[in-house]
């Protein structure tokens, strides 16, 4: 992505949640992890000019590290690093 060009906070976040190792967003302990627009908010990613961060509540039996791979693929290059905090983990989905 080219330095400049506005990130989608919406498109960030329906990304993410499309995930199967991802429950749902997290906007951290105390809902610091969020973007804010106008007459709403997207909780779990907080996008700055210097970096992006993303919130998730995982679902195990996927690890830290398969989560934060799988969210960093799915939001793409982008021209600023991903921070990925996984803030809890919930069991699976079952039948």
């Not at 989608?8 to 906007?27: E, W, Y």
């Not at 993303?54 to 934060?68: D, F, K, L, M, S």
């Not at 021209?79 to 905090?85: A, G, H, I, K, Y």
């Amino acid at each position: 992505m080219t330095r400049g060009v506005a990130i989608d906070a919406d498109a960030v976040a329906a990304a993410v949640l499309a995930l199967p190792a991802v429950a749902g967003p997290h906007s951290g302990r105390f809902g610091e992890i969020a973007t804010l627009l106008p007459h709403r908010r997207v909780p779990g990613i907080r996008i700055r000019p210097d970096e992006i961060t993303v919130g998730v509540t995982g679902r195990y039996p996927a690890t830290a590290a398969e989560i934060g791979a799988a969210v960093r693929a799915a939001i793409g290059p982008v021209d600023r690093p991903v921070n990925v905090r996984i803030e809890d983990i919930v069991p699976p989905v079952t039948s």
